[in-house]
């Protein structure tokens, strides 16, 4: 079999961004044989809980919102999310991610090199 077949409940939970929620690693570079593909997660963000500002190196982020309504911050001002909205962070671009609400949130990332 050629196709690599993962199923998500096998996949373990891993701490992300200083042990503010989690993440399960779907693909990596272990993976695949792009030099650009950096990563594609599931985030977890726990009621009241913030990704703290950060940015990726020369790498940019997709972040599609599977489960919540939250809050995106970058240095321009603050972007409310929910279901179904998709952001695309620029390289480079410092950014954070709150969760106010009382439920966990749920993300689906993926991370390019430019």
């Known amino acids: 079999m050629k196709i ?4 998500t409940q096998e996949i373990a939970k891993e701490e992300a ?4 929620g989690s993440r399960k690693v779907y693909a990596s570079p272990d993976l695949l044989k792009s030099t650009h593909f950096e990563m594609m997660t599931h985030g977890y963000l726990p ?19 599977v489960k919540g309504t939250g809050e995106v911050h970058d240095e321009d001002g603050v972007y409310e999310y929910s279901v179904g909205d998709v952001f695309v962070f620029p390289a480079n671009t410092r950014h954070k991610i709150h969760n106010p609400s009382s439920d966990e949130h749920e993300m689906i990332f993926v991370r390019v090199r430019v």
């Open 47 to 65: 009621a009241g809980k913030t990704f703290d500002w950060h940015d990726h190196v020369d790498i940019e982020e997709i972040m599609v919102v």
């Open 17 to 20: 961004h200083g042990g503010s």
């Open 4 to 7: 690599i077949k993962r199923a």
